[in-house]
């Protein structure tokens, strides 16, 4: 059988659709294996593809179809502001709204001249650290997680990148509190998928996605209480809070802040869905 790429690629397409998964996972993958750019598969599209290709692709496009397991996990990367990002089964796989808290964040930061200093807390893959220091070099940017093999991913990230960041095995914000060190921002993509919500999630999710990425006790609030109620103590004057949310965790989230920080400023930011998607508190110390 002499296949051309078109051919391989429509009937993936079709297989795909009749399994009720994403069609676009199809040339994600071809262009993995054929280690192509997207201008280059273009160019080839009538071109036959090497068996070991069509094999390696077809076995790849199998085995998402019949567990689920995401296309990231079978190329080991994806793409978040522009760049490739290292991915595996410990670290949460980046999702567009993650793109739209950076830049929100960037926005904010910009308008300050002073060097700022800032803390990610629950780094994952370190996309969110990494893309603010290669964004805005000025940032000085400590990085946090409790998973030690996220670390590890965050880490290859940050050398992949050039992105001079420290990065500290933490759960939250506890290897910070007696430092005597203070931020100018503390940013989180936290745990906050209540776990009632499990059954509720696609398989490429819930049985891919770490679960210590993913849930949290409190209606998914627990980790925003640990965060906001520790952020006192490391929060520098004129110090500033962002948190990407579940898009029914807005106000809940804004009167956690307001609580710990009467005279903040604090805003909710919808997404590009038109939903919650963003707090960001500025003036909290």
Known sequence: MNLTIQEVLNRAFLFLQQHHREPKVAEILLLH????????LL????????QAVYQAFQADLKHHVETG?????????????GRTFAVNEHVLIPRPETEELVQYVLGEVKQRSQPLSVLDVGTGSGVIAITLKLEMPSLTIEAGDISADALAVARL????????????????????????????????????????????LIDTVKD??????????QDGLAAYQQIISNAPKLLAKQGCLAF?????????VKALVKNTFP????????DLNGKDRIVFAKKCV
Do not use: C
């Open 43 to 50: 160019m080839e599209l009538r071109s036959p593809i090497p």
């Open 263 to 270: 005279k903040s400023d604090v805003v909710i930011i919808k």
């Open 157 to 200: 990230n940050a050398k992949a990148l050039k992105a001079d960041i420290t990065f500290r095995e933490s759960n939250f914000l506890e290897e910070w509190l007696n430092q005597g060190k203070q931020f100018d921002l503390i940013v989180s993509n936290p745990p906050y998928i209540s776990w009632s919500q499990q059954d509720h």
């Open 33 to 40: 294996h054929l280690q192509y750019s997207k201008v280059q």
């Open 208 to 217: 891919f996605d770490p679960d210590l990425a993913l849930f949290a006790d």
């Open 69 to 81: 397991i995401p296309v990231q996990h079978l190329t080991g990367v994806e793409q978040f502001y």
């Open 244 to 252: 990407e949310i579940g898009d029914q965790q807005g106000e809940h």
